[in-house]
Protein backbone atom coordinates (compact mmCIF):
# COMPACT_ATOMS: atom_id res chain seq x y z
CA UNK A 1 0.00 0.00 0.00
CA UNK A 2 1.34 3.19 -0.88
CA UNK A 3 2.07 5.63 1.77
CA UNK A 4 3.73 9.30 3.11
CA UNK A 5 4.86 9.46 6.51
CA UNK A 6 5.59 13.12 7.43
CA UNK A 7 7.44 14.26 10.74
CA UNK A 8 6.11 15.49 13.81
CA UNK A 9 5.24 18.87 14.83
CA UNK A 10 7.73 21.65 14.99
CA UNK A 11 8.06 24.73 17.10
CA UNK A 12 10.73 27.44 16.06
CA UNK A 13 11.03 30.76 16.69
CA UNK A 14 11.14 33.21 14.07
CA UNK A 15 14.84 33.54 12.29
CA UNK A 16 15.64 29.84 13.03
CA UNK A 17 16.18 27.31 10.39
CA UNK A 18 13.61 24.11 9.48
CA UNK A 19 13.25 20.99 7.30
CA UNK A 20 10.65 19.28 7.41
CA UNK A 21 9.96 15.23 5.89
CA UNK A 22 8.05 12.95 4.33
CA UNK A 23 8.71 9.59 3.79
CA UNK A 24 7.39 7.47 1.12
CA UNK A 25 6.81 3.41 1.15
CA UNK A 26 4.81 1.19 -0.99
CA UNK A 27 5.37 2.56 -4.51
CA UNK A 28 8.75 3.63 -6.45
CA UNK A 29 9.77 6.65 -5.18
CA UNK A 30 11.55 8.03 -8.31
CA UNK A 31 8.25 7.76 -10.62
CA UNK A 32 5.92 9.83 -9.52
CA UNK A 33 6.17 14.01 -8.50
CA UNK A 34 5.89 14.69 -5.21
CA UNK A 35 4.16 18.13 -3.87
CA UNK A 36 3.83 20.18 -0.93
CA UNK A 37 0.05 22.20 0.20
CA UNK A 38 0.32 24.75 2.82
CA UNK A 39 -2.87 25.27 4.95
CA UNK A 40 -2.82 27.94 7.32
CA UNK A 41 -5.39 28.23 10.33
CA UNK A 42 -8.83 27.91 9.09
CA UNK A 43 -8.01 28.56 5.61
CA UNK A 44 -8.22 26.45 2.52
CA UNK A 45 -5.50 24.61 0.43
CA UNK A 46 -2.44 26.09 -1.14
CA UNK A 47 -0.48 24.33 -4.07
CA UNK A 48 3.09 25.23 -3.01
CA UNK A 49 4.97 23.64 -5.63
CA UNK A 50 5.88 20.20 -6.97
CA UNK A 51 9.85 18.15 -7.25
CA UNK A 52 10.86 15.09 -8.99
CA UNK A 53 12.67 12.80 -6.94
CA UNK A 54 14.27 10.88 -10.19
CA UNK A 55 16.38 14.08 -10.16
CA UNK A 56 15.51 16.97 -7.85
CA UNK A 57 13.67 18.94 -11.00
CA UNK A 58 11.30 21.83 -8.50
CA UNK A 59 8.57 24.15 -10.03
CA UNK A 60 7.60 26.47 -7.33
CA UNK A 61 3.99 28.39 -6.89
CA UNK A 62 5.58 32.52 -7.55
CA UNK A 63 3.82 32.56 -4.25
CA UNK A 64 6.40 31.01 -2.32
CA UNK A 65 9.10 30.39 -5.02
CA UNK A 66 12.63 32.09 -2.66
CA UNK A 67 10.69 31.91 0.36
CA UNK A 68 11.31 27.87 0.72
CA UNK A 69 12.92 24.61 -0.71
CA UNK A 70 12.01 21.33 -2.01
CA UNK A 71 14.99 18.54 -1.97
CA UNK A 72 14.98 14.63 -2.26
CA UNK A 73 16.91 11.83 -0.70
CA UNK A 74 16.29 8.81 -3.32
CA UNK A 75 18.42 6.52 -1.30
CA UNK A 76 15.92 6.88 1.79
CA UNK A 77 12.61 7.99 -0.18
CA UNK A 78 12.54 10.73 1.54
CA UNK A 79 11.42 14.55 0.22
CA UNK A 80 12.01 17.59 2.37
CA UNK A 81 10.30 21.23 2.80
CA UNK A 82 12.84 23.86 3.91
CA UNK A 83 13.38 27.26 4.93
CA UNK A 84 16.32 29.18 6.48
CA UNK A 85 14.85 32.09 7.84
CA UNK A 86 10.96 31.04 9.49
CA UNK A 87 8.65 33.90 9.75
CA UNK A 88 5.81 34.08 12.07
CA UNK A 89 3.25 33.87 9.14
CA UNK A 90 4.61 30.31 7.89
CA UNK A 91 2.69 29.09 10.67
CA UNK A 92 0.62 26.24 9.13
CA UNK A 93 -0.22 22.61 8.89
CA UNK A 94 1.92 21.21 6.18
CA UNK A 95 0.87 18.05 3.85
CA UNK A 96 3.15 15.99 1.15
CA UNK A 97 0.96 14.49 -1.58
CA UNK A 98 2.28 12.07 -4.58
CA UNK A 99 0.98 12.78 -7.61
CA UNK A 100 -0.76 10.03 -9.37
CA UNK A 101 -3.20 9.06 -11.51
CA UNK A 102 -4.05 11.46 -14.30
CA UNK A 103 -1.71 14.08 -12.18
CA UNK A 104 -3.68 14.14 -9.53
CA UNK A 105 -2.98 14.05 -6.00
CA UNK A 106 -3.90 10.69 -5.29
CA UNK A 107 -1.90 9.68 -1.33
CA UNK A 108 -1.24 12.16 0.93
CA UNK A 109 1.19 12.44 4.33
CA UNK A 110 -0.86 12.90 7.75
CA UNK A 111 0.46 16.63 7.65
CA UNK A 112 3.03 18.14 10.18
CA UNK A 113 2.45 21.30 12.01
CA UNK A 114 4.54 23.93 12.30
CA UNK A 115 4.72 26.27 14.72
CA UNK A 116 6.44 29.83 14.79
CA UNK A 117 6.26 31.95 18.59
CA UNK A 118 9.19 33.96 19.95
CA UNK B 1 -1.93 32.02 -13.21
CA UNK B 2 -5.36 30.23 -13.40
CA UNK B 3 -7.79 31.54 -11.26
CA UNK B 4 -10.34 29.27 -9.51
CA UNK B 5 -13.45 30.23 -7.90
CA UNK B 6 -15.60 27.28 -6.31
CA UNK B 7 -19.65 28.19 -5.67
CA UNK B 8 -21.29 28.22 -3.01
CA UNK B 9 -18.66 28.87 -0.30
CA UNK B 10 -20.61 27.01 2.14
CA UNK B 11 -24.35 25.46 1.59
CA UNK B 12 -26.53 23.55 4.49
CA UNK B 13 -27.85 20.34 3.43
CA UNK B 14 -29.82 17.28 5.24
CA UNK B 15 -28.93 13.48 4.62
CA UNK B 16 -30.27 12.30 1.44
CA UNK B 17 -29.88 15.57 -0.44
CA UNK B 18 -28.58 15.73 -3.77
CA UNK B 19 -25.85 18.49 -3.11
CA UNK B 20 -24.05 20.23 -6.42
CA UNK B 21 -20.56 22.05 -5.94
CA UNK B 22 -19.55 24.27 -8.96
CA UNK B 23 -15.99 24.94 -9.95
CA UNK B 24 -15.05 27.74 -12.51
CA UNK B 25 -11.43 28.18 -13.86
CA UNK B 26 -10.16 31.56 -15.92
CA UNK B 27 -8.84 30.07 -18.28
CA UNK B 28 -9.57 26.70 -20.48
CA UNK B 29 -8.18 23.54 -19.10
CA UNK B 30 -9.62 21.02 -20.92
CA UNK B 31 -10.68 18.22 -18.16
CA UNK B 32 -7.63 18.49 -15.50
CA UNK B 33 -9.64 18.94 -12.73
CA UNK B 34 -9.78 17.33 -9.56
CA UNK B 35 -12.18 17.05 -6.70
CA UNK B 36 -10.48 16.56 -3.05
CA UNK B 37 -13.11 16.20 0.60
CA UNK B 38 -11.63 17.51 3.34
CA UNK B 39 -12.71 16.41 7.21
CA UNK B 40 -11.64 18.72 9.83
CA UNK B 41 -7.82 18.23 11.63
CA UNK B 42 -7.39 15.45 8.55
CA UNK B 43 -5.60 15.42 5.05
CA UNK B 44 -7.73 15.79 2.17
CA UNK B 45 -8.89 12.57 0.15
CA UNK B 46 -8.83 12.62 -3.36
CA UNK B 47 -12.81 12.24 -4.70
CA UNK B 48 -12.47 12.48 -8.65
CA UNK B 49 -9.80 13.39 -11.05
CA UNK B 50 -9.59 14.47 -14.55
CA UNK B 51 -13.05 16.13 -14.00
CA UNK B 52 -15.09 12.55 -13.90
CA UNK B 53 -12.84 9.40 -13.01
CA UNK B 54 -13.57 8.21 -9.41
CA UNK B 55 -11.05 7.29 -7.90
CA UNK B 56 -10.84 3.71 -5.94
CA UNK B 57 -12.41 3.53 -2.93
CA UNK B 58 -14.80 6.10 -3.11
CA UNK B 59 -18.52 5.62 -3.18
CA UNK B 60 -20.06 5.75 -5.96
CA UNK B 61 -22.67 8.83 -4.98
CA UNK B 62 -19.56 11.07 -5.29
CA UNK B 63 -19.66 11.94 -9.52
CA UNK B 64 -17.57 15.00 -11.47
CA UNK B 65 -18.67 16.46 -14.92
CA UNK B 66 -17.77 19.31 -17.14
CA UNK B 67 -15.13 20.22 -19.39
CA UNK B 68 -12.90 24.04 -20.77
CA UNK B 69 -13.55 26.34 -17.81
CA UNK B 70 -17.17 24.37 -16.06
CA UNK B 71 -16.87 21.74 -13.32
CA UNK B 72 -19.89 19.81 -10.99
CA UNK B 73 -19.33 18.00 -8.24
CA UNK B 74 -22.03 16.39 -7.27
CA UNK B 75 -23.43 14.14 -4.54
CA UNK B 76 -26.17 11.90 -5.74
CA UNK B 77 -27.60 11.11 -2.07
CA UNK B 78 -25.57 12.99 0.97
CA UNK B 79 -24.71 10.92 4.11
CA UNK B 80 -23.86 11.52 7.44
CA UNK B 81 -19.97 11.15 6.75
CA UNK B 82 -19.96 13.50 3.66
CA UNK B 83 -20.26 16.80 6.23
CA UNK B 84 -16.59 18.29 5.19
CA UNK B 85 -15.23 20.78 3.05
CA UNK B 86 -14.58 20.46 -1.26
CA UNK B 87 -12.05 21.49 -2.88
CA UNK B 88 -11.16 21.49 -6.62
CA UNK B 89 -7.84 21.93 -8.14
CA UNK B 90 -6.68 21.93 -11.54
CA UNK B 91 -3.52 20.57 -12.93
CA UNK B 92 -3.26 22.33 -16.44
CA UNK B 93 -0.54 24.63 -15.62
CA UNK B 94 1.96 25.80 -13.16
CA UNK B 95 1.13 26.63 -9.81
CA UNK B 96 -1.64 24.11 -9.63
CA UNK B 97 -3.89 26.42 -8.17
CA UNK B 98 -6.98 24.91 -5.27
CA UNK B 99 -10.25 27.07 -5.36
CA UNK B 100 -11.11 28.33 -1.76
CA UNK B 101 -12.97 25.35 -0.84
CA UNK B 102 -16.96 24.81 0.04
CA UNK B 103 -17.85 24.13 3.61
CA UNK B 104 -21.23 21.29 3.23
CA UNK B 105 -23.15 21.85 6.43
CA UNK B 106 -25.57 19.82 8.95
CA UNK B 107 -28.76 21.68 7.99
Known amino acids: EAQLEQSGAEVKKPGQSLKISCKSS????????IAWVRQMPGKGLEWMGI????????RYSPSFQGQVSFSADRSINTAYLSWTRLKASDAAMYFC???????????WGQGTRVIVSS | DIQVTQSPSSLSASVGDRVTITCRTS??????INWFQQKAGKAPNLLIY???SLQSGVPSRFSGSGSGTDFTLTISSLQPEDFATYYC?????????FGPGTKVEVK
Open chain 1, 26 to 33: GYTFTNHW
Open chain 2, 89 to 97: QQNHNFPQT
Open chain 1, 97 to 107: ARQGTGGALDI
Open chain 1, 51 to 58: IWPGDSDA
Open chain 2, 50 to 52: TAS
Open chain 2, 27 to 32: ETISNH
